[in-house]
T-cell receptor
Framework: EAEVAQSPRYKITEKSQAVAFWCDPI?????LYWYRQILGQGPELLVQ????????DSQLPKDRFSAERLKGVDSTLKIQPAELGDSAMYLC??????????FGPGTRLTVL | SQQGEEDPQALSIQEGENATMNCSYK?????LQWYRQNSGRGLVHLIL?????REKHSGRLRVTLDTSKKSSSLLITASRAADTASYFC???????FGAGTRLTVKP
């Protein structure tokens, strides 16, 4: 069964450092989402791609976060510089028709 | 807001009992989805109900949708300890999630 891949699974960094997360969606899924989930809360949508185009990045803190999906397949989410408040689970999801989402296992980020 | 809001925030039941959780939303929708998240894991899609459907079943899950009240409910029958998780609803318009319902099923 096809799955969404994410790496790394865990990342520990110091504040002010740069971090990057990678996501490989299910083959053929045109829509890709990045979410941030703070412990005890629901996932917060950071950015949504349709192929290589950004559809919604209204909740992305653009002063420090960036996301790209250059060839419309895999995607990278970057934080520079990381802050203590960025500690969270970063989830990637993909969908074929912008309805049912398939989530990856997530990347747990700890900023020290 | 286009996100779903789940209620209650937490629910604790005994194994074998039924669990009901609710979702409210504020805008018109094409469909509504329910997801489950086990601790520290990604979300798993459970069921999708379209705006022209009133009820849908999948195994031990039953979902209802009332578009006039902008609400949905998820019923898990004969719950098991393995059902312990957080449950979220999301509308297809913007795929935003609420805080979820944390279900604990005690053996």
């Amino acid at each position: 069964e096809a799955e969404v891949a994410q790496s790394p699974r865990y990342k520990i960094t110091e504040k002010s450092q740069a971090v990057a997360f990678w996501c490989d969606p299910i083959s053929g899924h045109a829509t890709l989402y990045w979410y941030r989930q703070i412990l005890g809360q629901g996932p917060e949508l950071l950015v949504q791609f349709q192929d290589e185009s950004v559809v919604d990045d209204s909740q992305l803190p653009k002063d420090r976060f960036s996301a790209e999906r250059l060839k419309g397949v895999d995607s990278t989410l970057k934080i520079q510089p990381a802050e203590l408040g960025d500690s969270a689970m970063y989830l990637c999801a993909s969908s074929f028709a912008a309805d049912t989402q398939y989530f990856g296992p997530g990347t747990r980020l700890t900023v020290l | 807001s286009q996100q779903g809001e789940e209620d209650p925030q937490a629910l604790s039941i005994q194994e074998g009992e039924n669990a009901t959780m609710n979702c409210s939303y504020k805008t018109s929708i094409n469909n509504l989805q329910w997801y489950r998240q086990n601790s520290g894991r990604g979300l798993v899609h459970l069921i999708l109900i379209r705006s022209n459907e009133r009820e849908k079943h999948s195994g031990r899950l039953r979902v209802t949708l009332d578009t006039s009240k902008k609400s949905s409910s998820l019923l898990i029958t004969a719950s098991r300890a393995a059902d312990t998780a957080s449950y979220f609803c999301a509308t297809a318009v913007s795929m935003r999630f609420g805080a979820g319902t944390r279900l604990t099923v005690k053996p």
